[in-house]
């Protein structure tokens, strides 16, 4: 990881606006090109960076004016973190972590040349984050417990395992326990 710089994989298609974009034609783009920001360029030159989180607050900050009528450079940040092409994957997570940022756009000069984000380093390293895959057992299992408290709490459930003869079957349920039809008929 040492060895490989941010230009071996970073996304060199950026999609950006213009300064004088409304939020609404940014909104469209979001959904249309399923990006979650976009950079703000004046004649090449980086001017500033908006996410859909941006969007989201002028949605509640400013819910009186028309998203129509708000430009892009009215609310996109004008310090923007960036990073070298040449910099190290290295460099450029710890940049992310300590900026706590999951994009960063690539610079050269004065002109950008492509944006990096958590995606293109873990597409193309996924060993960096083990923990990951840990992360999605445990929101996996904590998804099937909130399942499990629903479903407890309903008279009827649609098909499941009975808990008396652990059948397959339309459950029902009976003194707490969630059991088929036949178990249920003979209680």
């Not at 400013?62 to 070298?84: G, Q």
Request: hydrophobic content about 40%; proline content about 3%.
């Amino acid at each position: 990881m040492r060895d490989i710089i941010v230009a071996d994989v970073m996304t060199r298609d950026i999609i950006f606006v213009k300064p004088d974009t409304s939020l609404l034609d940014c909104a469209k783009i979001f959904v249309k090109k399923r990006v979650g920001s976009l950079v703000v360029l004046d004649k090449k030159r980086l001017v500033g960076f908006i996410s859909q989180r941006d969007i989201l607050w002028a949605l509640i900050k400013k819910s009186r004016k028309d998203l129509a009528k708000i430009r892009v450079i009215d609310i996109s940040r004008k310090k923007i973190a960036t990073i070298k092409p040449t910099a190290t994957l290295e460099e450029a997570l710890r940049k992310m972590k300590k900026l706590k940022f999951r994009r960063l756009p690539v610079v050269q000069g004065k002109e950008i040349v492509g944006i990096l984000t958590i995606r293109d380093i873990l597409t193309f390293h996924p060993e960096i984050y083990p923990e990951l895959e840990e992360l999605k057992q445990i929101r996996e299992e904590a998804e099937k417990l909130k399942r499990v408290r629903k479903a407890k709490n309903r008279e009827y459930m649609h098909e499941g395992v009975c808990e008396e003869c652990g059948a397959t079957d339309i459950l029902q349920k009976i003194d707490g326990r969630l059991l088929c039809n036949t178990c249920a008929a003979s209680m």
